[in-house]
């Protein structure tokens, strides 16, 4: 690419299956919507100047596995949608993680150290993610369904003071034990609809409980409140 360009418009290089490598000159600051959408053999991204990725801007890369962006900060709705082998991106920089935007990714542990708001379905699909660390995030701050279907979640670092899911963030999670919801005093519809293998579930510090949180747990024997 020409040292002159600034930004990759919408829907550049859409469903350009022939692209494996992209390389862009530091001058290029954004990457607009669906710019790289279902481009499926893309597998590698040099971007030392961008800064921001906007709405589905990467969707259906699904053999994307090595991301150079390390000036990126914001982040839009479903930017690495379906991103299946995508497992590392520099993520200090980010304060907000929108709908969708790193749902159906391959991220096993990681941590977000600045992290204040996480969106809906965030992280919904992440079936390699163990464990998540969110120190910064808000109470209150935190979408619907964010953690679903992440068959392999076995524990999420909040802050002390998070206090409150959203519903549905833990539906059809295969975890077996949520100690780490010790703090946790406000649990909503769906919050663990589907997670067939937890027997015992520790809520100490809940003081409201939606209606139908517990739906279709068939091990579920114990509720500790």
Request: with cysteine; proline share 5%.
């Amino acid at each position: 690419f020409d040292t002159t360009v600034t930004g990759i418009a919408e829907s550049t290089f859409e469903n350009m299956t022939f692209i494996e490598k992209i390389t862009l000159p530091e001058t290029c600051t954004y990457i607009d919507s669906y710019a790289f959408k279902g481009c499926k053999y893309l597998d590698t991204i040099n971007a030392p100047g961008v800064t921001t990725v906007r709405i589905e801007s990467f969707i259906n890369c699904t053999l994307l596995d090595y991301v150079n962006l390390p000036k990126l900060k914001t982040l839009s709705r479903g930017c690495f949608r379906n991103c299946g082998e995508l497992n590392n991106l520099p993520v200090d920089n980010f304060t907000l993680i929108p709908q969708y935007a790193f749902a159906y990714c391959s991220f096993s542990n990681v941590f977000f150290p600045n992290v204040t708001d996480v969106y809906g379905h965030a992280f919904s699909g992440c079936r390699s993610m163990i464990e998540i660390s969110l120190p910064s995030l808000v109470d209150g701050c935190l979408g619907e369904s964010v953690f679903s279907n992440c068959n392999m979640l076995e524990k999420v670092n909040f802050p002390e003071d998070f206090v409150s899911l959203a519903g549905f963030t833990f539906s059809s999670c295969n975890m077996t034990n949520f100690d780490f919801l010790k703090n946790i005093q406000y649990v909503y519809w769906g919050d663990f609809s589907w997670c067939q293998y937890v027997e015992i579930m520790p809520l100490p510090s809940v003081v409201f409980v939606d209606t139908r949180t517990f739906d279709y747990m068939p091990s579920l024997k114990e509720i500790i409140i």
